[in-house]
T-cell receptor, first 116, second 113 residues
Framework: EPEVTQTPSHQVTQMGQEVILRCVPI?????FYWYRQILGQKVEFLVS????????KSEIFDDQFSVERPDGSNFTLKIRSTKLEDSAMYFC??????????????FGPGTRLTVT | AQSVTQPDIHITVSEGASLELRCNYS??????LFWYVQSPGQGLQLLLK??????LVQGIKGFEAEFKRSQSSFNLRKPSVHWSDAAEYFC???????????FGDGTTLTVKP
């Protein structure tokens, strides 16, 4: 069964450093998402991406964050200058645009980001 | 804006007992509804989903959920809980096939032997 993959599984970085979290969505999907989950809290939406542009973003997704689909397979989340409060699990998700499963978002296993 | 409420932060049941986890949503129309399970340190696994049609949906691991429009609810049930079901359970809604999912706060399930 196709799946969303994310790398790395765990990233440790120092405050102020830039990090790039990588995701490979399911190959025929067209909608891409990033979510985060601070330890012990609920999953929060960050941003959705379609047709090479952001379609929706949350208040969390400020100027420190950016997303990119640099090629036909990867989808990245960049945090320019990490803060302690960026420490969280980051989930990538993708969905298709047609067919019975088009409404379902498939989630990756997550990248745990630790900012020290 | 859509919202999801999971009224129970923590539920404890005995192994073999039945389980019901509550989920209520706030939105004018019928959203797309999901239940996910998350084990500690792990990702999100989809248990089941509702888009339309039969309001009782079957999922994996013996779970089912019933959509009740009049109550704006989508409660998750299992007739007999196993120790391996201990985990965090999240209800989520989406407005359309391209929209974000909004998650509830989650319910932690503990299973007593």
């Amino acid at each position: 069964e196709p799946e969303v993959t994310q790398t790395p599984s765990h990233q440790v970085t120092q405050m102020g450093q830039e990090v790039i979290l990588r995701c490979v969505p399911i190959s025929n999907h067209l909608y891409f998402y990033w979510y985060r989950q601070i330890l012990g809290q609920k999953v929060e939406f960050l941003v959705s991406f379609y047709n090479n542009e952001i379609s929706e973003k949350s208040e969390i997704f400020d100027d420190q964050f950016s997303v990119e689909r640099p090629d036909g397979s990867n989808f990245t989340l960049k945090i320019r200058s990490t803060k302690l409060e960026d420490s969280a699990m980051y989930f990538c998700a993708s969905s298709g645009d047609r067919g019975p499963s088009s409404y379902e978002q498939y989630f990756g296993p997550g990248t745990r980001l630790t900012v020290t | 804006a859509q919202s999801v409420t999971q009224p129970d932060i923590h539920i404890t049941v005995s192994e073999g007992a039945s389980l019901e986890l509550r989920c209520n949503y706030s939105y004018g129309a019928t959203p797309y509804l999901f239940w996910y399970v998350q084990s500690p340190g792990q990702g999100l696994q989809l248990l089941l989903k509702y888009f339309s049609g039969d309001t009782l949906v079957q999922g994996i691991k013996g779970f089912e959920a019933e959509f009740k429009r009049s109550q704006s609810s989508f409660n998750l049930r299992k007739p007999s809980v196993h120790w391996s079901d201990a985990a965090e359970y999240f209800c989520a809604v989406a407005l359309n096939n391209a929209g974000k999912s909004t998650f509830g706060d989650g319910t932690t399930l503990t299973v007593k032997p």
